[in-house]
């Protein structure tokens, strides 16, 4: 995996760099506010195949900010070795910033849905919060964190994130920053677990709520995959018709890989076209910066591809995949509703990341969380990922589950299964 060569900050530590003791003897951790404050000891500790806990990615976030996120990073010890990383983002988290009032059920008598309009509405000029996320708001999975499994186990893990969770706040509290939660995004489930059971019961003991949102849509490349051609021989006739279908639709459509040039050329279109798939989903829990896409391919060079659809030289649409390692994942993207069903405009995208996957010999397809049903027609299934969140408020911890699982957009959906014949 190639990744842009960026200056990496020296691994003596400044007298104020802010560290703290862990519960366990031997274990303490150390806060960053910046990326250009992080010694080499992240290097040492972070991940050796998870490209979204390394500093391009990581780098990236800080030049073009989401609205509203404040990054910080945790490095941990033992003794004096690194040996875990943890990445970390303080949200203001605003319903009426962050939640659409879309409610997709057209079966809901009138009443019904003035009154869920109304309670919604009290919600979004009531509910403003400060949430302490570990993980990234960007990307689907478990991207928070990371210790050496051969030192640390996952229930120590989880134990010495937890604590650092409300050092950390005692961090923020010093910096002027109230915090009123904490948001622990997206665990997986992991073959040494006993089922989800080990973190669950650990953060349910400290009253963390268990909230289940939209699944991640992952697809794997069978081994026998080496064309496209090959994936539709192992589909069933039904689905072949269908995507045919889609590539008749779209043989007008010019696609073109856009160079960092291209994207700075275009950064007004693009960003227009993600607005308006972002402004038609649901929820939101972040509003990129104009100029994300431009950075992530000055920092990621050619493990970030961007790939635009032109009709009658027009920019109409892309979409952006990321390559990290073993997988690929189909980032966020944009394009005209316009010609969204004349086109078959996003189905076409969906086809093109697969192709792109088989091209490139990945293990999977990362196409996270968004219109689950229709991924599932390419072969994309279902994986839960767990989120834990925690108010201060004893109130409102009792209440913040119930709040997030009313606002979540319905997913009601039917998986569908486009293969003749299971994996062997």
């Not at 104020?16 to 960053?32: A, P, V």
């Not at 003794?79 to 983002?89: E, T």
């Not at 622990?184 to 973190?199: M, R, T, V």
Request: with cysteine; charged share 25%; proline share 4%.
């Amino acid at each position: 995996m190639t990744e842009k060569i960026l200056a990496l900050a020296p691994t003596s530590a400044p007298d104020d760099w802010n560290e703290y003791e862990l519960f366990d003897t031997g274990y303490k951790f150390r806060i960053f506010k910046s990326i250009n404050e992080l010694p080499t000891d992240w290097e040492a500790a972070q991940p050796p195949h998870n490209t979204y806990l390394h500093r391009p990615i990581l780098s990236t976030i800080e030049e073009a900010p989401p609205k509203g996120i404040t990054p910080c990073y945790l490095v941990f010890y033992k003794n004096i070795s690194p040996v875990g990383v943890a990445y970390c983002q303080v949200t203001n988290f605003k319903t009426d910033q962050n939640v659409q009032d879309k409610d997709g059920s057209k079966e809901k008598p009138a009443l019904l849905k003035s009154i869920t309009s109304s309670v919604k509405g009290y919600l979004a000029r009531q509910f403003e919060y400060n949430l302490l996320v570990c993980g990234n708001l960007l990307f689907t999975g478990e991207h928070g964190f990371y210790f050496d499994k051969n030192i640390v186990t996952r229930s120590v893990s989880i134990s010495l994130l937890e604590e650092a969770m409300e050092k950390t706040q005692q961090f923020w509290k010093k910096n002027d920053l109230k915090i009123d939660g904490v948001f622990i995004k997206d665990l997986e489930e992991k073959p040494s677990d006993n089922g989800h059971y080990d973190f669950k019961k650990d953060l349910a003991d400290r009253k963390y709520r268990e909230f289940l949102f939209h699944p991640n849509m992952v697809l794997s490349i069978r081994p026998n995959w080496k064309t496209f051609d090959d994936y539709m021989d192992d589909i069933s006739s039904k689905y072949k018709v269908r995507a045919r279908k889609a590539f008749k639709c779209g043989i007008l459509l010019e696609k073109i890989e856009l160079t960092e040039e291209d994207l700075k050329k275009n950064v007004d279109r693009l960003y227009d076209l993600y607005k308006g798939v972002m402004l038609n989903a649901g929820f939101n829990m972040v509003v990129l910066h104009e100029n994300y896409i431009v950075k992530l391919k000055e920092n990621l060079g050619n493990d970030f591809r961007v790939t635009g659809y032109y009709l009658d030289r027009e920019l109409i649409g892309y979409r952006t995949n990321i390559t990290n390692f073993g997988e690929m994942e189909a980032h966020f993207l944009g394009y005209d509703q316009r010609y969204n069903k004349s086109h078959q405009l996003y189905m076409n995208m969906l086809l093109d990341c697969l192709k792109l996957g088989i091209e490139k010999q990945v293990e999977r397809i990362v196409f996270a969380r968004t219109a689950m049903e229709i991924k599932s027609t390419i072969g994309a299934i279902p994986e839960n990922m767990f989120c834990y969140i925690r108010a201060n408020n004893k109130l409102m911890n009792s209440m913040m589950a119930p709040i997030l699982e009313y606002f979540r957009p319905e997913d009601k959906w039917v998986q569908r299964n486009p293969f003749k014949a299971p994996i062997q």
